[in-house]
């Protein structure tokens, strides 16, 4: 018998969100998983775990933002996107394809008004029994967290950034 899925959220100001959903990406791979990635908000880059995920069988990997959101003119554009990369994600997981589904950055979705978090909510609660989800992103209600089985909160201490030292190829993307 397979094991059950479980929800799991990455959630916090301190970096490691996605990476830490990507080392269970890493793991499951290891033991013949079959797992997809989808990625809200961030836009098409050479990101080096989009570089290596063409690499490798098992894993499916879609990438539905336009970027971020900066300005009040195109943000009906990012709002359409990312209510069709829900979309996606509700194919995805109804589909039985996977055992595990990383929903990245999802949390934004609700913060910025693109999507009813009841939405949300109710992917996780209606989701295949034995499949796993992943959501990342700062700020989760305690509505999502109440709904999954396991949350950890990433806490910054100190960033990098703040020293003045820039995204580097390898660690930021
Ligand atoms: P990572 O992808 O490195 O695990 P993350 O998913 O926890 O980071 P995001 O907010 O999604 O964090 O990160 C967006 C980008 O900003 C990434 O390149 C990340 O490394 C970087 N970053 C993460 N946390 C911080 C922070 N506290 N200050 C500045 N930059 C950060
Ligand atoms: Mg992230």
């Known amino acids: 018998m397979k094991p059950k899925g479980r929800t799991i959220i990455n959630t916090g100001d301190g970096k490691g969100k996605t990476t830490a959903a990507l080392g269970t990406v890493f793991r499951a791979l290891g033991h013949g998983h079959r797992v997809c990635v989808i990625q809200f908000l961030k ?33 009906e554009d990012d709002r359409k996107v990312a209510r069709k990369g829900f979309e996606l994600a509700k194919e995805k997981v109804d589909s039985g394809q996977y055992d595990l589904i990383v929903l990245d950055e999802i949390t934004y979705l609700p913060m910025y008004d693109f999507l009813e978090e009841k939405k949300i909510v109710e992917l996780i609660q209606n989701k295949p029994e ?27 201490i ?14 930021e993307f």
């Open 158 to 171: 100190k960033h990098a950034y703040e020293q003045g030292i820039k995204a580097q190829k390898g660690i």
């Open 130 to 156: 034995n499949l796993s989800l992943i959501l990342t992103g700062r700020g989760a209600s305690p509505e999502l967290m109440e709904v999954a089985d396991t949350v950890s909160e990433i806490r910054v």
């Open 43 to 75: 836009g098409q880059g050479r990101y080096g775990e989009r570089i290596m995920a063409e690499q490798l069988d098992n894993l499916d990997w879609f990438i539905c933002g336009k970027g971020f959101v900066f300005t009040k003119e195109n943000i």
